[in-house]
């Protein structure tokens, strides 16, 4: 008896694929925002490009996908998904505005316009 390591014939890795309609320019900010921060941190590399990573970490926000699933799809482990994902989370929220300086804003908007 023979053993071989080679898979059955006709046997092909599956793939999850979905479309995901978001602006060019939505993809943009996002990876201009991670390049930024990598530029900061002095990250040397990344596993994938920033454009790829904020279309990862797109598509498991907006489709709710499972970790395993997208990593498994980009050669990479379920951890980093997850790490990449907190981490954009992370930068969006250093962009958003305050609330008490928001709120502060409309008050005065609708200050001036009285």
Known sequence: MSKTKEHAGDTVSLVYQCRLPLSTR????????????LKAIRSRWRMLPPGR?????????????RLADMAGGNDISPTTVRRWRDELIALLAAQAPRLDRALKKIASRTVRSS
């Open 26 to 37: 939505t993809l943009n900010y996002l990876a201009n925002l991670l390049r930024r921060h």
């Open 53 to 65: 990573i904020a279309t990862i970490v797109l598509a498991v926000l907006r489709h709710d996908q």
